[in-house]
Structure formats: structure tokens, C-alpha cells
């Protein structure tokens, strides 16, 4: 496979066209962003243990029934994936009351949250991902009724797969980001799943082992992410 051109550059990763067409190479860089891109910041190997822990979590999901847009890793920080066309929701899963939830809501930090609770962020950077619901996703035609419904599906079964197989390490899952594509005629789960885009917390300490770390100036930031690619891709050590 030849890698072509830079096709999308984003915060954290940049998307390649191949000779492939059907076929994307995903980059994991070291660069980081929080507050709509007002806080930035390198960290070396942030891509590395970033690009490590979400193959291994869509092999993971693959292996349980998931369709993803994952194909193979490439190198230490790149991964060839399937070219979706990416639906323009991001699906934020919540386990435990964390971040803005608590500002926004009579919620406490560490609560459990009992159903989880599901909300859709228009993902839009010109917008600032104002929250959404499935009126303004059909209004906009972001989705379909049908895809809407699929996605809530697929995402919750995708919390509880990653809820049962965090807790063997020792993670907390308070919540996290989702994105699909539609590859044919099916909705795929795309995008990462990694320390960017999950909270992960020690389940003895409570301690944040993710991009909190960088938002609120809570300590190491590689250090946290080596942590959880240790216990999720311990293989790499
Ligand atoms: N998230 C993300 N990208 C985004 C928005 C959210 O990866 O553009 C993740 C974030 O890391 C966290 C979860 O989704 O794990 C909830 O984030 P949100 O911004 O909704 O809430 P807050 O951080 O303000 O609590």
C-alpha cells in the first residue's frame, strides 16, 4: 500500500489517501488540544500509546460483533482503515458524572449514572459541537431515523463491552466520544478510541489517566497514557 496525500488534518491526527480507494492511513500525532482548541501542547509518544490502545480496543470490538472501519496497524503510530463517510454526530456515552455534566447539572463527580446516558454533539468546529437532539440531526440531515437508532444501539453495546473489559484493568470508564461512518450501506464504528477521547480512571484511586491530565494540569500526561496503554497493550512493553 503507498501512502498519498494528506486528505484531513485534524487536532490530534492526520487521515492519508492510499492507492488504495477504499482504504485511509490514520496517523496518531504527538500534538494535543483542550477548550475548543484554545489549550495546546506536544507530548512525545501521546501517538504512539494513543494509536496502540485504540486498534487494540476495535480488534476488541471486532472480535465481539462491532463492524468497524478498522483494518490493520500500520506502525507504531499509524493504522490503515476502511474510507467511510463519517456521520457528523459525535455520540458521547456516560457511565459516571464527570467534567461538564456537574456544572450543568445537579450531578456530583463520581456519581453513577444509572441508565448511562447517551447525548448527541453536532460535530462542527464552526459551531463550537453545540449538543443536539434527534430533531435537529433530521432537521440538519445528519442521519436518518433508522441510523439514529442504529447508532444508539451499537454504542451502548459498545459501553458495555468496553465497561466489562476495563474493569479486568483495573479502569473506570466515566464516559467517552464515539464517531461512525457509513461504509455501503452500513453504519460502522470510526474514528479512535483512546486516552484523547475516553475518561479512564484508576479504579482503586480514582486517579484521571487521560487527556484530563493536560486539561487540568493534573500531572504527567505520558505518563497516564503509557499507564493505560500498560494495562491495555501490555504486549508493546
Ligand atoms: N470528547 C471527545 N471529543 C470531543 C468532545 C468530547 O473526545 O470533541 C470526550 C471527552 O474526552 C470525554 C467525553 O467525550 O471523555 C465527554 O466530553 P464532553 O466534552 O461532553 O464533556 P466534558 O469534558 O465537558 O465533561
Known amino acids: 500500500m503507498i501512502k498519498l496525500e494528506a486528505l484531513y488534518s485534524g487536532k490530534a491526527k492526520t487521515v ?4 488504495d480507494p477504499k482504504k485511509l492511513i490514520m496517523e496518531f500525532r504527538n500534538s494535543l488540544t ?12 501521546k501517538g504512539y500509546y494513543n494509536a496502540q490502545i485504540s486498534a487494540k480496543l476495535f480488534k476488541l470490538l471486532e472480535e465481539k460483533g462491532i463492524k468497524t472501519h478498522f483494518d490493520s496497524i500500520l506502525s507504531d503510530t499509524e493504522m490503515v482503515v476502511d474510507s467511510v463517510e ?18 450543568k447539572y445537579p450531578f456530583t463527580t463520581g456519581q453513577k449514572l444509572d441508565p448511562p446516558i447517551l447525548l448527541f454533539d453536532y460535530k462542527s468546529d464552526e459551531h463550537g459541537d453545540p449538543m443536539i437532539n434527534d430533531d435537529i440531526a433530521l ?7 433508522e441510523e439514529l437508532s442504529k447508532i ?5 453495546k459498545i ?16 464516559d467517552f466520544k464515539l464517531e461512525f461512518g457509513r461504509r455501503g450501506g ?21 486517579e484521571s489517566l487521560d487527556k484530563d491530565v493536560f486539561r487540568f494540569d493534573k500531572g504527567d500526561l505520558v505518563a497516564a497514557y503509557r499507564e493505560v496503554a500498560k494495562r491495555i497493550v501490555p504486549e508493546i512493553f
Open 152 to 156: 444508539r444501539k451499537i454504542a451502548l
Open 139 to 145: 432537521a440538519l440531515r445528519l442521519a436518518t431515523k
Open 186 to 206: 452500513e453504519i460502522v464504528l470510526a474514528d479512535e478510541i483512546s486516552c484523547d477521547t475516553c475518561r479512564f480512571w484508576d479504579k482503586t484511586t480514582g
Open 34 to 45: 483542550a477548550f475548543d482548541g484554545k489549550k495546546k501542547s506536544e507530548a512525545p509518544k
Open 16 to 19: 492519508f489517501k492510499t492507492d
Open 86 to 103: 463519517i456521520v457528523k454526530i459525535e455520540v458521547i456515552v456516560r457511565n459516571i458524572a464527570a467534567g461538564s455534566l456537574t456544572k
Open 159 to 174: 459501553n458495555s463491552i468496553l465497561i466489562g473489559y476495563l474493569d479486568t484493568k483495573n479502569l473506570l470508564l466515566p
